[in-house]
């Protein structure tokens, strides 16, 4: 049995239970669906039909703008249209006046025996045909340039108009009721919606360390500020292969699914995600502090029994034990090395271990068993 003297380590038991392995990644929530509606036309704000937090059915009215500039325009086209049509019956009318010029010139030269009208004059009218029938084929396309002008400022009307495009909430509305939109290169956005808030994603970063061990359709639990004393479920759906690189480390974005039918969460709230990549049942656990623990030389002496060549008898012949220096450089190669005291005398196991969860780590190998006291440092003196 152990004496008193022992009471000057401590120990943990090596125990039988499962383990759950955890990646942490921390981020932010995001609506499944967001959409920007914008403005394509520039413009003064008439009415702005929404407000804030305002669920919208797709193709509700948001706002509309002031459209007496584009109705003007509408007018314009269509006198234009007009104007390039009256052309074209003008272009018809003159090349058929040419036409028949030049058929009655022909009809003198062969009745005259090919002697009149003249040369020249048969080569003008035909030139004469000629430039008329280019004239009504400048017309015909001016009246086309003009039809597709009508027909994008009267798109224009209907894009004074905006509409929702999806079933959602507002979420942000940038403009106020007469207030002049500007769209100039790009859209202006007017709007922020958000599809159904009752689900939502979770973008998380996960170190480059972490990212092999994640995988989509693991779960996951991960607690706002908003709630610090509740705890969330979501899962994988997405790791992403692009890197972001912020000072210097390297993370990949994973979207988690989260069900937020409670409405609690709010897009935008900063998130602790615990992934769990990995769970283990029944497994042989040691303490992590036994892993690192090693005996001081001092310790080694007082704990290696009195008579001289007993160390070497401890680790002879049983089980395929070792004298200590072997059992060290076993530990190098194919293992770790933790230390029992059995009847008062430190002795090195080599184990082989598996996964951790950061506090205790599996024993996959070596002559060791649940129950075990193992050396975890020494009680302060």
């Known amino acids: 049995g152990q004496d008193a003297m022992s009471s000057h380590f401590k120990t943990k038991e090596i125990t039988t239970g499962p383990l759950t392995i955890m990646v942490t990644a921390t981020g932010t929530l995001k609506p499944t669906k967001q959409v920007d509606v914008g403005s394509e036309l520039s413009g003064n704000l008439e009415t702005v ?23 003007a325009q509408v007018m314009q086209s269509k006198a234009s249209l007009e104007s390039a049509q009256a052309d074209v019956l003008n272009a018809e009318a003159t090349e058929k006046e040419a036409q028949s010029k030049l058929d009655r010139l022909k009809e003198v030269w062969e009745l005259s025996g090919n002697k009149v009208p003249s040369k020249i004059e048969l080569d003008s009218a035909e030139a004469a045909l000629q430039r008329a029938k280019a004239s009504l084929a400048t017309a015909k396309a001016r009246v086309a340039q003009a039809q597709a002008t009508l027909k994008e400022n009267e798109t224009n009307i209907s894009k004074l108009v905006i509409r929702s495009p999806i079933d959602g909430i507002v979420l942000n509305r940038a403009f106020e009721p007469g207030q002049t939109v500007q769209a100039s290169f790009q859209g202006v956005t007017l709007f922020t919606l958000a599809e159904d808030l009752s689900n939502m994603e979770l973008h998380v970063d996960v170190d480059e360390a972490d990212v092999g061990q994640v995988k989509e359709g693991q779960e996951a639990t991960f607690t706002v500020d908003g709630y610090p004393d509740r705890t969330f479920n979501a899962n994988i759906t997405q790791v992403r292969y692009g890197a972001k690189t912020v000072n210097g480390v390297v993370t990949y974005e994973t979207v988690l699914d989260v069900d937020n039918s409670g409405l609690l969460l709010r897009p935008g709230m900063t998130a602790t995600a615990d992934i769990i990549v990995n769970k283990l049942e029944n497994v042989l656990l040691i303490d992590n502090a036994a892993l690192r623990y090693t005996p001081s030389e001092k310790d080694k002496a007082a704990y290696s029994g009195k008579k001289e060549g007993f160390f070497k008898k401890i680790f002879s012949g049983s089980s395929g034990a070792r004298t200590e220096e072997e059992a060290e450089d076993a530990g190098d190669k194919n293992g770790k090395q933790v230390w029992v005291l059995r009847d008062n005398i430190l002795v090195p196991l080599t184990i082989t271990t598996g996964l951790t ?7 996959t190998g070596g002559d060791i068993k649940a129950g075990t006291q193992v050396i975890t440092g020494i009680e302060s003196e």
């Open 49 to 71: 039909e929404v407000q804030y937090n305002d669920h919208v059915k797709s193709g509700q009215v948001l706002a509309t703008l002031d459209g007496s500039r584009y109705e």
């Open 357 to 363: 969860d950061g506090i205790m780590t599996e024993v």
